[in-house]
């Protein structure tokens, strides 16, 4: 079956710019997660939505970036006024059944953000 | 402190042989699940294996196991006979507190499979 789905795959903006990013989940998978990856380094927790539960924001940097999903379905990342540490790669994540034991994170293909 | 912990920056290995990629961990939690990714040039996160902290016997899956010592807060991957393919980054992470479920990921290891 298909995967998660991201879009844009790349973005090049400038500098206070706003950005949407787009995440479509595996079908079915009831949670989603946003992570940011800065050249080199792991990757960092954004924010997680899990039904109509009030999404968990405790990794979005600034006040800046915000997120939405629709249901179980489709997801978005804005971005406000963009900086230039805001370049990385961002990935959003599906899983089935979060408060399972072995339930298990899949990755989109991420969407590479560069801030001029 | 570091909740993960991978010391191995960079590894080269010659094709065919084992290799056993080093991850420790910090939580204080006494549930939590441990899971090893693969990213490739291409950028995507492909999920390998993981290891629950309740769970008795070390995972497996293929090629892929995962040395699994509770005691010193480790969780190794092993690549056994490794394949050109496997040139790839690869990151431990962990989830704490089943429920809380984001994941904390290490820094990774930039693994190179030498023909």
């Known amino acids: 079956g298909a995967g998660v789905s991201q879009s844009p795959s790349n973005k090049v903006t400038e500098k206070g710019k706003d950005v949407e990013l787009r995440c479509d989940p595996i079908s079915g998978h009831t949670a989603l997660y946003w992570y940011r990856q800065r050249l080199g380094q792991g990757l960092e927790f954004l924010i997680y939505?899990?039904?109509?539960?009030?999404?968990?924001k405790s990794g979005l940097p600034s006040d800046r970036f915000s997120a939405e999903r629709t249901g179980e379905s489709v997801s978005t990342l804005t971005i406000q006024r963009t900086q230039q540490e805001d370049s990385a790669v961002y990935l959003c994540?599906?899983?089935?059944?979060?408060?399972?034991?072995?339930?298990?994170?899949?990755f989109g293909p991420g969407t590479r953000l560069t801030v001029l | 402190a570091q909740k993960i912990t991978q010391t191995q920056p960079g590894m080269f290995v010659q094709e065919k042989e084992a290799v056993t990629l080093d991850c420790t961990y910090d939580?204080?939690?006494?549930?939590?699940?441990l899971f090893w990714y693969k990213q490739p040039s291409s950028g995507e996160m492909i999920f390998l294996i993981y290891q629950g902290s309740y769970d008795q016997q070390n995972a497996t899956e293929g090629r892929y196991s995962l040395n699994f010592q509770k005691a010193r807060k480790s969780a190794n991957l092993v690549i056994s006979a490794s394949q050109l393919g496997d040139s790839a980054m690869y990151f431990c992470?962990?989830?704490?507190?089943?429920?809380?479920?984001?994941?904390?990921f290490g820094t990774g290891t930039r693994l190179t499979i030498i023909p």
């Open positions: 994540a599906s899983s089935l059944a979060p408060s399972a034991n072995t339930d298990t994170q899949y």
């Open positions: 939505f899990q039904g109509n539960s009030a999404p968990d």
């Open positions: 939580t204080s939690d006494p549930s939590y699940g």
């Open positions: 992470a962990m989830r704490e507190n089943f429920g809380n479920e984001k994941l904390t």
